[in-house]
């Protein structure tokens, strides 16, 4: 039961934490503090190391800027002894509207 506590928690703080950076980084993007080119490297270096193959993308859509970010939950997870989160992604979404400042 432990286990699954820590398993879950694990997961959940890696969610939070993608979560918060997507939407900041969709931000930047709307407000202009931030390129497309730039996005990539502004998210890596604001979410945790302990994951290594993050998957960033971000995209303009019309006057819409969507940012999803993606890791493997095999990495989220720090003890799995039976196994279950050894296939999956972790994935989050946040769009933001382009704003005139």
Not at 47 to 58: G, K, Q
Not at 67 to 95: E, N
């Amino acid at each position: 039961m432990l286990t699954g506590i820590v398993q879950f928690g694990s997961i959940y703080v890696l969610q939070n934490n993608m979560q918060n950076v997507a939407r900041e980084v969709s931000l930047r993007l709307a407000t202009g503090d931030l390129t497309i080119n730039g996005a990539q490297a502004w998210a890596i270096e604001r979410l945790p190391s302990h994951i290594d193959r993050y998957s960033i993308e971000a995209v303009r859509n019309d006057d819409f800027f969507d940012v999803a970010i993606s890791a493997p939950l095999l990495q989220a997870v720090p003890i799995d002894p039976l196994g279950f989160f050894t296939t999956g992604t972790l994935t989050t979404r946040a769009t933001a509207r382009e704003v005139q400042l």
